[in-house]
């Protein structure tokens, strides 16, 4: 919760703004409203050999878990590029992001994740500094109940049943706080 104006620095009030309605962070001094939105979350279903790369984390929430490579999005790229960027980042892997897979909601950690279909340019990986180790997985090697986020079991049995059918498509899902 924002409680000093990011403008002036004044503290804020919440409140709903004339012609809102929500509640946002209002300040007493300037009159700045602050508005706060989802975070995006985007990565990579990155396919090497029919073989999919996962990356064991290395940092907080669900260290030690098993997880696709996925990351914030930053200001200034396309969700494409983030998910490249972010292969590369947690796998030390270069993938050409294909079609956009699955889009997964999460109201309550307000967070949106994306996650696009891809191809690994050669089978290299490695962990990179928020990855303890990578693997590539065949279906029956992936750690299901290892996975650090329902988000990325999703994508998975969703990918893994699309590719049986051999036909793609992309899916969604809203997540509940349970």
Not at 56 to 63: G, K, M, S
Not at 65 to 82: K, R, Y
Not at 130 to 144: A, D, F, G, K, V
Request: proline content about 6%.
């Amino acid at each position: 919760m924002i409680l000093y104006c990011t403008q002036c620095g004044q503290p804020v009030r919440q409140q709903i703004p004339a012609g809102d309605n929500m509640e946002r962070a209002v300040c007493n001094a300037c009159g700045h409203i602050e508005y706060e939105n989802p975070k995006l979350i985007v990565g990579c279903i990155a396919e090497w050999d029919k073989r999919i790369l996962l990356c064991r984390r290395a940092i907080a929430p669900q260290e030690g878990f098993w997880t696709l490579p996925a990351g914030f999005m930053e200001n200034g790229e396309s969700s494409p590029v983030a998910a490249a960027r972010e292969t590369e980042e947690e796998a030390c892997a270069r993938v050409t992001p294909g079609p956009l897979f699955a889009l997964v909601d999460i109201p309550s950690i307000s967070q949106v994740h994306l996650f696009y279909r891809g191809e690994l340019l050669d089978g290299h990986h490695a962990p990179g500094i928020e990855s303890l180790e990578t693997r590539l997985c065949h279906e029956n090697e992936i750690p299901w109940e290892q996975l650090a986020f329902r988000s990325i079991r999703f994508c998975l049995e969703r990918y893994l049943e699309d590719r049986r059918k051999g036909a793609f498509g992309l899916h969604h899902l809203s997540l509940s706080a349970t």
